[in-house]
């Protein structure tokens, strides 16, 4: 049973320039979760998707999208980036109306911004 | 909104020693918590959840938790910690306000395990 993948694993980017990760869920789930985890902090929600939908948003700017696959796959798009985008990005999936809706995460991408 | 509190950045035991790492939740709605675990340079691992159907929650590896309510606590232990227990352990609650069960996550406590 596969679990949460992300690609790619690590990141460089310089101020201004735009990226996108990826993530592809756990077998059978139909949610995505985006999480951004600064050094030294506990992951900070951005964003769910749900039938390619964004379902709910965290404190985040515009310069953060994303977008739902129907094979429920999801990207993170980041534009104009900033020295503070540097963070681990973590993708969690989870299956509605599983009762908990438990997230599973994956390994993440760590981005560096300079 | 639901927030967790978790005292203690840091937290160093003895290999064998007890594990307990504090965390208190704020909630307005009965809760659902969690704990993760993140070993250097991973993603996160549930370790276990409370969902109301027992306070006592059993997880992996050894940990359990207990949810006291008349303390908004869900503190995480281990009975005889490992030096492969080395790792920042983190407390969450589910929001479900907007729709959504996002996480809130504490600031985790990092776990040193001494020879």
Redesign the interface.
């Known amino acids: 049973d596969a679990g949460v993948t992300q690609s790619p694993t690590h990141l460089i980017k310089t101020r201004g320039q735009q990226v996108t990760l990826r993530c592809s869920p756990k077998s059978g789930h139909d949610t995505v979760s985006w999480y951004q985890q600064a050094l030294g902090q506990g992951p900070q929600f951005i964003f769910q998707y749900y039938e390619e939908e964004e379902r709910q948003r965290g404190n985040f700017p515009d310069r953060f999208s994303g977008h739902q696959f129907p094979n429920y796959s999801s990207e993170l798009n980041v534009n104009a980036l900033l020295l503070g985008d540097s963070a681990l990005y973590l993708c969690a999936s989870s299956l509605v109306g599983a009762g908990t809706d438990t997230q599973y995460f994956g390994p993440g991408t760590r981005l560096t911004v300079l | 909104a639901q927030s967790v509190t978790q005292l203690g950045s840091h937290v160093s035991v003895s290999e064998g020693a007890l594990v307990l790492l504090r965390c208190n939740y704020s909630s307005s709605v009965p809760p ?1 918590l ?1 704990w ?1 675990v993140q070993y250097p ?6 370790l276990l ?1 409370y ?1 109301s159907a027992a306070t006592l929650v059993k997880g992996i590896n050894g940990f359990e938790a207990e949810f006291k309510k008349s303390e908004t606590s869900f503190h995480l232990t281990k009975p005889s910690a490992h030096m492969s227990d080395a790792a920042e352990y ?1 407390c ?1 609650v ?1 929001d479900s306000q ?11 406590t990092k776990l040193t395990v001494n020879p």
């Open positions: 659902y969690f993760y340079n991973q993603g996160l691992q549930l959840k969902t983190f969450a589910s907007g729709g959504s069960e996002k996480l809130v996550f504490g600031k985790g």
